[in-house]
Nanobody, 115 residues
Framework: QVQLVESGGGLVQAGGSLRLSCAASRNIFSFNTMAWYRQAPGKQRDLVAIVTSGGNSNYADSAKGRFTISRDSAKNTVYLQMNSLKPEDTAVYYC?????????WGQGAQVTVSS
């Protein structure tokens, strides 16, 4: 069973930055992909950023140019650096790992951006 533990959420003013961390219980390069999703109240969970085991990354249009997904293999951790935050970025952010045979989710990290 894979465990994902997120940290780094919080309250920030518009224009500010936050970095989310997702620590995995095993080698992150064993996953096909790792990704960040977010879910605002009353809305569906949407993909924000994704990185493959080969290092290719992709972003939602709303995240391009502002968010960066990165990995630290020594720490088995994936990060989401979020800059120029907007109130509409307010949501619970979830880490996801896709691997052969299934997937796992983190518990979620609340990000609140005040105007």
């Amino acid at each position: 069973q894979v465990q994902l533990v997120e940290s780094g959420g919080g309250l920030v003013q518009a224009g500010g930055s936050l970095r989310l961390s997702c620590a995995a219980s095993r080698n992150i390069f064993s996953f096909n992909t790792m990704a960040w999703y977010r879910q605002a109240p009353g809305k569906q969970r949407d993909l924000v950023a994704i990185v493959t085991s080969g290092g290719n990354s992709n972003y939602a249009d709303s995240a391009k140019g502002r968010f960066t997904i990165s990995r630290d293999s020594a720490k088995n951790t994936v990060y989401l650096q979020m800059n120029s935050l907007k109130p509409e970025d307010t949501a619970v952010y979830y880490c996801n790992a896709l691997f052969f045979g299934g997937e796992n989710w983190g518990q979620g990290a609340q990000v609140t951006v005040s105007s």
